[in-house]
């Protein structure tokens, strides 16, 4: 059984920096996609970036604020956001798929989720 642990959310300001972190257990999950969603109050989750298949994705709104890396020896993923906005206000999750190659974008591409982490930026 896959399980996947976020950490690393909390409350900064507008224009600081955050890294999330995933850590999975269960398999190795070298060539495995992962992403990141998030879901704003009311809301629903939606796509924010992803490794799959050996490319990178992000969604526009983060592109050139936001990098997802990944630690193949830790089993980890990272999301490093920097810049950070009001509007990226949010319950951030990660998400793997059992394949190397998938649409990143649609969250039913992915077979297990995390419990998600808090992230809050003040104005």
């Known amino acids: 059984q896959v399980r996947l642990v976020e950490s690393g959310g909390g409350l900064v300001q507008a224009g600081g920096s955050l890294r999330l972190s995933c850590a999975a257990s269960g398999r190795t999950f070298s060539t495995y996609a992962m992403g990141w969603f998030r879901q704003a109050p009311g809301k629903e989750r939606k796509f924010v970036a992803a490794?799959?298949?050996?490319?990178?994705y992000y969604v526009d709104s983060v592109k050139g604020r936001f990098t997802i890396s990944r630690d193949n020896a830790k089993n980890t993923v990272y999301l490093q956001m920097s810049s950070l906005k009001p509007e990226d206000t949010a319950v951030y999750y990660c998400?793997?798929?059992?394949?190397?190659?998938?649409?990143?974008?649609?969250?039913?591409?992915?077979?297990?989720w995390g419990q998600g982490t808090q992230v809050t930026v003040s104005s």
């Open positions: 998400a793997l798929s059992l394949r190397d190659s998938i649409p990143p974008q649609f969250w039913y591409e992915y077979d297990y």
């Open positions: 490794r799959s298949g050996g490319s990178t």
